[in-house]
């Protein structure tokens, strides 16, 4: 089992402000510090996006929202949906998160159960690859937005529901 933050994208126009890759319509990009600069725009394009044209302003974003839905079920209080298919679910059943394939799948889905301590790890790993998005995205908006590039990284925190970096 993989758990890393991946963005849905589609297929990228060009941007005039900094370059964009070349993807798959519905493939995933993958959310860390790794990311090449044209792929740093196609996720910053895609976040704003999904975002409206009132990214930079807050109080106006639909941010990922499911960093919020992993810390209730790992207090046991809630369940968390994933943003792609399968519809995958995750809940947590006494000290283990039940992580079920594909919720709504009508012939049964594997089942798998983790202990809650290592799926806390993994959620903390995973947002420590959003924060290193985080800053090369802000390093990266530098180049072409010199002026702009503290709103938009702040932008990129809030949809990313992450503290600025430093």
């Known amino acids: 089992m993989v758990t890393q933050p991946v963005l849905e994208i589609f297929a990228a126009d060009d941007c005039a ?3 964009v890759g070349e993807h798959e319509s519905f493939g995933c990009l993958v959310l860390n510090g790794k990311p090449t600069p044209a792929e740093v725009g196609t996720a910053v394009m895609r ?20 960093w919020r839905d ?11 949906h994933f943003g792609h298919d399968p519809s995958s679910t995750a809940e947590c059943v006494g000290d283990t998160v039940r992580l079920t394939h594909d919720a709504y799948g009508t012939d049964g889905s594997p089942v798998t159960g983790l202990p809650a ?3 806390r790890r993994r959620v903390a790993d995973a947002q ?32 990313l529901d992450l503290a600025p970096s430093p």
């Open 70 to 80: 992993w810390l209730d079920v790992l207090d046991g209080t809630g369940c968390a």
């Open 17 to 19: 402000l900094w370059p």
């Open 117 to 119: 301590d290592r799926v």
């Open 47 to 66: 976040i704003a996006d999904r975002n409206g044209t009132d990214f930079v302003e807050p109080g106006r974003w639909n941010g990922l929202g499911t």
């Open 128 to 159: 420590q690859d959003l924060k290193d998005f985080l800053g090369l995205a802000g390093a990266r908006a530098e180049q072409p937005l010199p002026a702009n590039a503290a709103p938009v990284t702040a932008a990129l925190a809030r949809a």
